[in-house]
């Protein structure tokens, strides 16, 4: 057996384990620390399959802003006493409707059919003309750009939501954030500035490896939770008319782009070659500035000042 | 002698995890334990670091790396305080030898 064969079978095994730990904890405290651990172990597993793209995403988001909206969730539950240990007939349905899904995804997997259409090769093929030369780039934003289009939708929706569902909390009063704490102020100031350079690193070098509009959005993300809890910026309340839109510039910048190219080329998304790269890079920062927006909104507009640390 | 440098720089590094590693699960109390990772890590993590940097083709790649350090050794010292205080102010207090559990 190979070191490297020897690494794989004892991460696998480290993630069953930690995932495995993580819903028998017994409080949720440690749950949602090794969730935030299982996580981790999953960014490694993508590195090892060798698809960084996916790794970057699921550190940024998966690990890091879903374990920080967690922990906040976890916060406000222990806070205000919401919620409880589930009946166990429930833990019981919940438990045979899980072993059942498993059972029936099991043999649907290994009855997969050969994928139809080998798309690799037409990736590869058409590579000079997307206007980018990383094919997972190319495939977001040329190929499948309606897809993507739709996915910035979604997330814009789901923010639209979470303002509405929140309510316009009239009751809340705004208190003055007490000083922050000079030690990780200062952890603030140094690394936000460099997260914003790695952001916009992220963003341009998507054009040729690894990275793109979404990982770049993300670390932007962090760097506004990261000013948040370190106490330099009080969370979100309203939105106003800047950051509305901030929000929802970058669906419509690469809705207009789809529609001029409607008017122009014929086709939603059909990028003529020439401009394919220049078009490309425009439409991804706009999406890096609101999806930054977006996924720190998810947190910011969430976090009140008053509740207490 | 680039290779043999940096296999013992590396060693080192692996040496320093397993005696930080050591410190979390052995040590009394959440301080000892944050000394033991927040100092043994962040030796290791220097000395893994300096090991594959002198093993870089280019310089830019070898300064890539070294970057890690300062970066993680920030964050790794503000967390630390973070969760010292946060026990401090929960009411945990150091442990002293001969005091009991």
Known sequence: MSLEMAFDLFLAASLLWSGWRALSAPDLDCALTLFITFGLLMVLAWARLTAPDIALAEAAIGAGLTGALLLDAYGVLRAGKVGGQAGKFTRLTVVLAAVSLVLILIPALADLAPPALDMRPLVEANLQDSGVTHPVTAVLLNYRGYDTLLEVGVLLLALVALLAARGTESGMVSVPRPSPDPLLAMLGRVAVPVMVVVAVYLLWAGAFRPGGAFQAAAVLAAAAVLLHLTGLRPGWRQPGAGLRWGLAGGFFLFLGVGVILLLVEGELLRFPPDYAGLLILLVESGLTLSLGLILAGLFLFLSHDNRGA | ?101
């Open chain 2, 1 to 101: 002698m680039i290779e043999p440098v940096s296999t013992i720089l590396l060693c080192v590094g692996g040496f320093f995890y397993f005696a930080g590693t050591l410190g979390l699960l052995r040590f009394p109390d959440v301080y000892n334990r944050l000394h033991a990772l927040a100092k043994a890590d962040n030796l290791g993590l220097g000395c893994i670091l300096l090991g594959l940097a002198i093993q870089e083709q280019t310089l830019a790649e070898a300064l890539k790396l070294l970057l890690i350090w300062p970066l993680a050794l920030a964050a790794s010292a503000s967390v630390s305080y973070a969760i010292a205080r946060r026990a401090d102010v929960l009411g945990i207090k150091p442990w002293r030898d001969g005091g009991g559990e």
